[in-house]
C-alpha cells in the first residue's frame, strides 16, 4: 500500500515539476568559436587627397595622392596584409594544436587499453596457474569410482531396455 502511495507522489512529482537539462556545448566546436574574429586596427595620417575630374587637365582621372597620402595607403595596405597573415598562421597553428592534441589524447586512450588488457591478461594468466597448482594438490581420485558406475548404470539400462521390450513382445504376440 505504501509502495503504491510513494510511486503515485513520485509520479505526479516528476510530471508537475519542471525538468531542465543543462548541457554544454561541445568541445570540438569551441577551439573555432572562442576568438572572435578582430578587425585590424588602424591609424590616421594627414595625407590630401583630391579628386580629379576627367574634364580637369590632368593626365588621367581619378584621386591624386600627395607623398604622404600614397604613403599612408601603402602603409595601411601592408599593415593590413601583415595582419591577415597574422591572423591565418594563428589560427592555422591552433587548428593543428587542436588536432595534435586530439591525435594525443586517442594515442594515450589506445595505450591505456592496450595496458588494462595486459593487466587483465596477466591476471586471468595467475588464476589460471592458482587453479592448476590446487588440482595438482588435490587429484580427483575418484576415477575408478567414476568408471565403476558407468559400467553398473549402463548394465541397468539394458536389462531395463530388454525387460520393457520383452513386455512389449509378449503383448504384442498376445493380441494376434
Not at 507522489?9 to 508537475?16: E, L, N, P, Q, R
Amino acid at each position: 500500500m505504501w509502495k503504491k502511495v510513494l510511486a503515485i507522489i513520485v509520479a505526479v512529482s516528476i510530471i508537475f515539476s519542471p525538468l531542465v537539462a543543462l548541457a554544454q556545448d561541445s568541445e570540438d566546436e569551441d577551439w573555432r568559436n572562442d576568438i572572435e574574429t578582430i578587425d585590424p586596427p588602424t591609424f590616421e595620417v594627414d595625407g590630401s587627397f583630391t579628386h580629379i575630374e576627367q574634364d580637369v587637365p590632368a593626365p588621367f582621372g581619378g584621386y591624386l595622392f600627395n607623398p604622404l597620402g600614397m604613403s599612408s595607403l601603402l602603409a595601411q595596405y601592408d599593415h593590413n596584409v601583415r595582419w591577415l597573415q597574422l591572423e591565418y598562421n594563428f589560427r592555422e597553428k591552433r587548428q593543428d594544436a587542436w588536432w595534435k592534441l586530439k591525435l594525443e589524447i586517442e594515442i594515450a586512450r589506445a595505450d591505456s587499453a592496450e595496458l588494462e588488457l595486459e593487466l587483465r591478461l596477466d591476471a586471468k594468466n595467475d588464476e589460471i596457474e592458482y587453479l592448476r597448482t590446487q588440482i595438482r594438490k588435490h587429484p580427483n581420485n575418484f576415477a575408478p569410482l567414476i568408471f565403476a558406475g558407468g559400467v553398473v548404470l549402463g548394465v541397468i539400462q539394458t536389462i531395463v531396455i530388454f525387460a520393457v521390450a520383452g513386455d512389449m513382445g509378449v503383448s504384442w504376440q498376445s493380441e494376434i
